[in-house]
């Protein structure tokens, strides 16, 4: 079983392809706010999660809301 560090790198690994960034991306960016990730780029990167495998999903999934749609309740 893969550890808890080990998905979080999935994640950014994802989300660095899906929106072309060179730079590192931090657990702390927010999508849209800090990446300029558009909604397009959301579907692109649920797809890239699911082909990284169900526990990547799992951790994107459970991501804190803030993250996902900053501003929203």
């Known amino acids: 079983m893969r550890a808890a560090e080990e998905y979080r790198e999935i994640v950014r690994k994802a989300v660095a392809d899906t929106l072309r960034k060179r730079d590192v991306v931090k657990d702390e960016h927010r ?7 558009e909604s397009i780029d959301r579907i692109d990167l649920t797809f890239r999660l ?3 495998g169900e526990k990547a999903m799992n951790f994107w999934t ?7 749609f900053p501003g929203k309740k």
Request: proline share 12%; net charge negative.
């Open 50 to 52: 699911e082909e990284a």
């Open 62 to 68: 459970n991501c804190p809301r803030r993250i996902l």
């Open 31 to 37: 999508l849209p706010a800090d990446l300029g990730a």
